[in-house]
């Protein structure tokens, strides 16, 4: 086929109506586990769009209103594997009121919003992608879309899937703030780690004599544990530090809580022990206690570079004249879960910048290569599978 043929479905791709779908669906409150608008979205474009729906019941393991959705869309070939696209489809704060400003070919919110790139702009193109593949009238095979809730507290909606709902085994995940054209093949293991220091409370006036301060004996944990960048692998961060009750009264508990993350799932565990040890060892020293708790968050991913997911998003990024670039992150997203759990995807950037803060934007070009690259992928999934 010719470098043309190859990007019909892309070429197909209305930037106009790809830009007012974004913004339409930016618009959907839907903060995590308030989703039900935005399902609601969904399901009747989707339907439009001749797949069928399946709600999993994820959401009644953390009270939200609605589960994952997984959606199919029969191909025009059977015989090539399904290929599936995900993201999520709440916002981690509200866009009620959201009024989108562009300027100079960027998508602001006014500032009184976050923009909600993150991640309604995958959704916007995905549903723009399969308007382009239905108008080109290219071969394709099944289509797949696995769209989750509650992502932004911890990946939770991934988490509770019902993985037995999800046909397709490969797939793709927009959901990074590089440009198009960035492939993540590599994602880390992640745990929080829970250190709570026992002292004994007492009276700084009463009976001071009798106080062992938990926050001193915590703090001397802390001043000899490695924190911060361990290595090129690993990193390593306490976040929370709570405890006491009143400031007259020497603190009996503080509780200390952190996180590890590294591509190495041995020196994420290392890291883990070391900040225990650390720990227990300055509370024996002082009189006092350590209680632990380690809580996994999620499993890295390591996709190689020869794999047909990995080809196939460079032929395709190429054939809309974007620069395809291999990376790794210690960034967390479904991805990491949805690999965990036997599906085999790679996250992919789409350009949304400063997420979580009102001063979210992201440039029109991220948004329309996003949809060329989501139609692109779906056409070269075809060439790269098909019976000559």
């Known amino acids: 086929m010719t470098q043309k043929q190859y990007a019909t479905a892309a070429e197909k791709v209305n930037e106009e109506r790809l830009l007012e779908l974004f913004l339409e669906l930016a ?30 019941e994820a959401h009644k393991k953390f009270n939200g209103e609605v589960g994952n959705l997984i959606a199919w869309r029969e191909g025009t070939d059977s015989s090539i594997p399904p290929l599936f696209f995900s993201t999520h489809m709440d916002t981690v704060l509200p866009t009620k009121d959201l009024k989108p400003i562009i300027k100079d070919g960027i998508i602001y919110s006014d500032g009184t919003t976050i923009l909600g790139a993150d991640d309604r702009a995958a959704l916007a193109s995905y549903l723009e992608a399969i308007r382009a593949v239905i108008e080109s009238g290219i071969p394709h095979g099944p289509i797949e879309f696995v769209l989750t809730v509650n992502e932004q507290p911890g990946l939770v909606g991934a988490t ?12 793709y995940i927009f959901d990074s703030s590089g440009d198009v054209g960035q492939i993540i093949l590599k994602g880390p293991y992640s745990s929080r780690i829970w250190l709570t ?9 009463l009976n001071a004599e009798e106080g062992n301060s938990a926050v001193l004996i915590a703090s001397k944990g802390l001043l000899n544990m490695n924190l911060g960048t361990i290595d090129d692998e690993t990193l390593a961060n306490i976040g ?6 009143l400031t007259s009264i020497i603190p009996g508990t503080v509780r200390v809580a952190g996180e590890v993350r590294s591509f190495s799932k041995e020196k994420l565990e290392k890291q883990l022990q070391h900040m225990e040890d650390v720990m227990q060892e300055a509370a024996e020293k002082n009189g006092g206690k350590l209680t632990v708790r380690i809580e996994k968050k999620y499993s890295g991913f390591d996709i190689p570079d020869d794999h047909i997911l990995t080809k196939t998003v460079e032929t395709a990024a ?34 949304f910048q400063n997420i979580h803060s009102f001063r979210e ?28």
């Open 27 to 56: 618009k959907i409150n839907g903060p995590s586990s308030k989703e039900q608008l935005v399902a609601d979205y969904l399901i009747k474009a989707l339907t439009e769009l001749g797949f069928t729906l399946e709600f999993d």
């Open 160 to 171: 509770h899937m019902d993985y037995s709902k999800v046909k397709s085994k490969d797939g």
């Open 197 to 205: 220091v026992e002292g004994n409370a007492a009276h700084i006036a």
């Open 240 to 245: 929370i530090i709570e405890g006491g009750e």
């Open 318 to 351: 190429h054939n809309i004249k974007v620069n395809p670039y291999l990376t790794e992150t210690l960034g967390g997203a479904d991805t990491n879960v949805l690999n965990e759990n036997g599906l085999t995807c790679i996250t992919l950037g789409n350009g």
């Open 361 to 388: 934007c992201l440039s029109v070009e991220n948004l329309i290569n996003t949809g060329r690259l989501t139609a692109g992928l779906i056409e070269q999934w075809y060439n790269n599978h098909k019976k000559e």
